[in-house]
Every structure is written in C-alpha cells, then in structure tokens.
C-alpha cells in the first residue's frame, strides 16, 4: 500500500507540474481527504494552493483539517476574505479551534474576523480551556435530543441538524442543557413505535468526563469503554461537547510519543522530526546530555576512589564495562515495564509494595541466572581460553556476586523511580532510560568494589 500510494503521490506531482488539471481533479474526488494532506507536504510553497482549489468543497475542509499547520498557514495567506469563509463554514468546531491554537497572531485575527458568530464563540469557548484538558479537544458540535420527544420526532431532528454535526450516531438527550441520558440512531431506528418517548429508550447510566479531565485519561476511556464519542460536562453537569473518536486517536499517538521522547533522554517536540529544524532538536536534546554528562562525574570519581583495588586486581577492570551495562539494561526493563503499566492505567501509588516484591522475585531469577553463565565463562573463556591467570576463583565470585546484587538493585531503582516521579505529579516518563542508567552504573561500580574488598581484601 506504502508503494502503491508513493506512486500514486508521485503522478499526481507530475501532472500538476503538466498542468492537467481536468484528470487531477478526477482524482482527487476519489481519494481519501487524508492522503490528500499527506501529498500537500510533499509540494513546493506556490504548488499548494494550486492543487488545493481543484478540490471538491467538502473534500477540500476535510483535507485542510488533517494538514500540517505550515501548508494550511499558506493557504490561509493566499485565500480571499471569501474564500477563507466558506472554508471555515466547512469546518468543525474543534479543528477551528486547532487551526486557532497553532496559528500566528495576525492570521488568528483574521480567521476570527471572517468566522461566523457562532464559530466565533464555539473556538473561544474551547481555547479558554486549560492545554491538554478534555475540554481543549472536544466539539461543541453534537445532537441534542429532548426526553418528552417522540423517536418520530427525534428522527426528524437528526435529519434536520446531522448535516453540520460531526457525529450522528450517538445523541445526547438534554433538558436546561444538564446532560440526562443517551440514544444511539440503531436504537431510534429499530424502535418498533414511533409515538415512543425519547425518555423510554434512553441510556441514563452514563459515562462521561469533565472539562477540565486530562487528555490522556479520556484516551484511556476510549481504550476501554470502545466508545466512538464520550460527552463533556462542566462542573454542574451541563453537557458543553462531546470528544470523538479521532480525536481520542490524535491524543494517544500525541501522548506515545512524548513518552517515547521523555524515555529516550530528550524534550518533547512540537514538531515532527521532519518539520524540525537543527537548532530545534539541538534544543530538546542538549539539556539532558549535559545532565547525564555531568552525573557521569560521579562514576568517574568513585572508580577514582577505588584506584588502589583496580591497581592490586587489574583483572578487576576488564568486568567493568559488563557490570555496569548489565545494570542498566536491567534497570531499562523495570522502569519501561512500570512506566507503560502506570501509562495505561494498570498501576497506582498504591501498588508500590506489590511492585517491590514482584521486582525482587524477578530480580533474584534473573541475577541468579546471569551470575551462573557469567562464572562459567569467566572461568572457561578467560581464564581457560584466553589464559589470564590473574582470574582466580575469588575474583570470579567477586564478578559474579557483584553481577547478581547489581541486577537487584537495579530493577528496584528502575521500577521505584516511575512511582516517585508519578507521587511528586512529574510525568514517569522522564525516570526512563538514561536516568535510570546512570544512577545504576554508580551504584553497581560501588557494589563491585564493596565485594572485591570485602573477597579479597584490596
């Protein structure tokens, strides 16, 4: 399909650059609005808003609702005061609100000059919500039905109002605007008598989020309840939008990579890698390569302090490197397991004690295992194979003891940090990867040298 739509992306370049407009135009009208936007990222500046006005009207706001936000500012830049209007009476209330939010000052104003009233106080009402909330990413668009209607009547209503609404399958039944219950078009449809009240067949053991919810447990509502929209209530129960399932869809992929970044070692971006620029990504990055840089330090001062071991075992050295990245990854894989776990909603700060003892039983399956292989190639391999003599027992059981404590300590640190991060209301993200390694590798030098005094006496 990948192949497929590249050639497909391609031809439809080469066209417009021959000018056929009339076969363009064809095209397009049968493709999806949202492989349209992915081929507006492929064109030049002044190609955009050629091939954006031999686009079906309809077709056309969908597609600009899914560009990114430099193809729709050049857009806007190049659109009449007419036809920046009729774009907007297209749009849904929710993707004006985004193309508001992610505009600069002066286009802004200019959009809000050419939106309707109605428009015009939808986005408003959205972006005075606080970032990342359930009411920053919901419509106020929906279908509000009266419990004294009839299904006759409630049908009439969604064949009246469906057309400018984003969804229609599930309506909201309300009286005063407090939010009363549910029913879904199926359950109007299949309704056997048309004179039945809307209040008969209603859904009243709701589900729903307040405005100001995160973001990210309404996309875990999603997940779990399967809904293809989830009503927003304000602080008296009155129904203000719903949010969708696409935009629920939107929230995830937003939230999994910020996560992905955080774990990563680096600041969440705006942008696409793409639309980054060098000095952008520079920017996100820099700041915890200086911190896991300077706390490095730290590893280098206790192997500094234990020169005179190394220098009386300096078959000490060479185990090192294995010692302190068995650490990490041993860390990566708790923090990782825990991070997802509290992500999704399957832990709390209640569950610390169970992931103590879970960890620790781990812990112990996993040392143990890696410190009997690593014995029996410390011992066949270096010292057999290879012939270094300064391998002896002790210092084999030196490496391996060491090897088995650090694996322990570092699962425990790797699945305690998320929790705290998450206790102290940070994201538990940022106690991934780089973070984890680098409290690991101090702790496991001064475990391997705590046991090669204590075996060996240097």
Not at 4 to 33: C, G, T
Request: glycine share 4%; hydrophobic share 50%.
């Amino acid at each position: 399909m990948t192949e497929r739509f590249e050639n497909m992306e391609n031809e439809i370049i080469s066209m417009l650059e021959q000018k056929q407009y009339a076969a363009l135009r064809e095209i397009l009208s049968q493709m999806n609005p949202a492989d349209i936007a992915e081929i507006f990222s492929e064109l030049e500046q002044r190609q955009i808003p050629l091939l954006f006005r031999l686009l079906p009207k309809e077709t056309a706001a969908e597609a600009f609702a899914e560009m990114e936000s430099e193809a729709q500012e050049v857009l806007i830049r190049g659109f009449s005061d007419n036809e920046l209007k009729e774009l907007l009476d297209e749009l849904y209330a929710d993707d004006a609100a985004d193309l508001a939010e992610e505009m600069p000052a002066n286009v802004v104003k200019r959009i809000l000059r050419q939106a309707t009233p109605e428009m015009r106080s939808a986005i408003n009402q959205i972006l005075r919500y606080p970032e990342y909330s359930a009411g920053s990413i919901m419509t106020t668009e929906y279908v509000s039905l009266r419990p004294q209607m009839t299904v006759g009547e409630s049908i009439l209503r969604i064949r009246r109002q469906g057309v400018d609404k984003e969804t229609i399958y599930t309506c909201y039944v309300t009286q005063g605007r407090k939010l009363l219950g549910l029913v879904t078009v199926k359950d109007l449809l299949l309704c056997g008598d048309d004179e039945t009240l809307v209040e008969d067949v209603m859904l009243t053991n709701l589900i729903c989020v307040n405005t100001h919810t995160d973001q990210e447990e309404v996309a875990r509502m999603f997940s779990k309840y399967n809904f293809l929209a989830l009503p927003v209530v304000d602080m008296e129960n009155r129904m203000v939008g719903i949010v969708t399932f696409d935009d629920a869809m939107d929230v995830m992929e937003e939230e999994t990579t910020e996560d992905m970044e955080l774990m990563g070692g680096m600041l969440p971006s705006e942008k696409t890698y793409l639309r980054s620029s060098a000095w952008e990504l520079f920017k996100n990055r820099i700041p915890w390569l200086l911190l896991l840089m300077i706390s490095a330090t730290f590893t280098g001062m206790i192997i500094t302090s234990f020169e005179g071991a190394l220098a009386a075992q300096a078959a000490l050295t060479a185990f090192i490197p294995m010692l302190m990245g068995t650490g990490g990854n041993s860390g990566s894989q708790s923090s990782v397991t825990v991070i997802r776990a509290l992500s999704l909603g399957e832990l709390d700060l209640d569950d610390l004690p169970r992931v103590i003892w879970k960890e620790i039983r781990t812990a112990v399956l996993c040392g143990v295992a890696l410190a009997v292989v690593c014995f029996v190639k410390i011992w066949l391999i270096d010292r057999l194979l290879l012939g270094n003599t300064q391998i002896t027992l002790l210092v084999d059981a030196v490496v391996c003891l060491a090897l088995a404590v650090t694996v322990l300590v570092a699962k425990l640190v790797g699945a305690i940090l998320p929790i705290g991060a998450k206790l102290l209301k940070l994201d538990p993200a940022v106690m991934a990867s780089p973070f984890i390694t680098s409290i690991v590798d101090a702790l496991s030098l001064l475990v391997y040298f705590l046991f090669a005094r204590l075996l060996l006496g240097v």
